[in-house]
């Protein structure tokens, strides 16, 4: 089971739409503009959150990404990579900007 902060996420309504909470999205938003590693540290201080919540959030992002056929892949001094075909980089980017919070993704 989910934390309770998470309960009902991701969530299918109607069509498509996956909905993302902010965090995630910003997250996601992140990783799929950069086309090479980067670290935790980094996503941590552009959102102004600390790099555990990073952590722990990615854990979870990890589980979201198997539908659209992307993976986390994490190397040691190197850091984070969003790896997958553009197409299945294009499919996420469609999602977060479908999830209606903040078109977030260009």
Do not use: M, W
Not at 83 to 94: E, S, V, W
């Amino acid at each position: 089971n989910l934390p309770c902060y998470r309960t009902g996420f991701p969530s299918r309504r109607g069509g498509d739409t996956t909905e993302f909470t902010l965090r995630i999205q910003q997250i996601l938003s992140i990783l799929l503009r950069h086309q090479d590693f980067l670290h935790e540290q980094q996503i941590a201080d552009e959102l102004a959150i600390s790099k555990r919540t990073v952590q722990r959030e990615l854990d979870y992002i990890t589980t979201i990404l198997a539908p659209y056929q992307l993976t986390l892949t994490r190397k040691k001094g190197a850091g984070l990579l969003l790896a997958g075909t553009p197409q299945a980089r294009q499919r996420l980017a469609d999602a977060l900007n479908a999830s209606g919070r903040v078109g977030l993704v260009r």
